[in-house]
């Protein structure tokens, strides 16, 4: 099973500049979210999404842009990249029904805008 | 709005020997769910353990046990023998039960960081 996959594992962009971090899973999961993790600050909710044609803003939205057309893939857009969006974006999903549903977590994508 | 504490940014322990990681939690919520998430250099998210709140029962996985304390919204991981391989950032989340409203959402402490000493 590859669970939540993230690419690009490493980017660096210049201010000003667009990207688009992948995010995919093959778990069939309702629920998958954007975290960006700081120093100090822990993770922080980003975007979120139950299910496909469906998302809505967390903690720290701004300067962020995030579609959900099917259950498997979840991007996140950064529209004109600043020095304040330097990162660790992390992806996770998990199912939204029954108890106990564990989150499982993509291997990250460290962001450097210069 | 729930908020997660991790008092220690950081904590050091010698190698087989026992140490607890603090966390608090803020919520009026009587129902939720607790983690302890480990993050190594790799920087993989990796669940170590969770407490429902409903149960009175202390959560353990192997060397990894947690204390709840659910009236004084308490949630400390204790690490006993503890190994190299446990050096990492530990952080510990919240999850309401609901399942609407955004409630979803892992809220996550800021972190502690482990050195563990040979």
């Known amino acids: 099973n590859a669970g939540v996959t993230q690419t690009p594992k490493f980017q660096v962009l210049k201010t000003g500049q667009s990207m688009t971090l992948q995010c995919a899973q093959d778990m069939n999961h309702e629920y998958m979210s954007w975290y960006r993790q700081d120093p100090g600050m822990g993770l922080r909710l980003i975007h979120y999404?139950?299910?496909?044609?469906?998302?809505d803003q967390g903690e720290v939205p701004n300067g962020y842009n995030v579609s959900r057309s099917t259950t498997e893939d979840f991007p996140l857009r950064l529209l004109s990249a600043a020095p304040s969006q330097t990162s660790v974006y992390f992806c996770?999903?998990?199912?939204?029904?029954?108890?106990?549903?564990?989150?499982?977590f993509g291997q990250g994508t460290r962001l450097t805008v210069v | 709005a729930q908020t997660v504490t991790q008092s220690q940014p950081e904590m050091s322990v010698q190698e087989a020997e026992t140490v607890t990681l603090s966390c608090t939690y803020d919520?009026?919520?009587?129902?939720?769910?607790l983690f302890w998430y480990k993050q190594p250099p790799s920087r993989q998210m990796i669940l170590v353990i969770r407490q429902e709140a409903y149960k009175q029962q202390n959560a353990t996985e192997n060397r990894f046990s947690v204390n709840f304390q659910k009236a004084a919204k308490s949630f400390s991981l204790k690490i006993s023998d503890s190994q190299l391989g446990d050096a990492a950032m530990y952080f510990c989340a919240y999850r309401s039960l609901l399942t609407q409203g955004g409630s979803e959402k892992l809220v996550f402490g800021k972190g502690t960081k482990l050195t563990v000493n040979p």
């Open positions: 996770a999903s998990r199912n939204l029904l029954g108890m106990n549903t564990e989150a499982f």
């Open positions: 999404s139950v299910g496909a044609g469906i998302t």
């Open positions: 919520t009026s919520e009587s129902d939720y769910y």
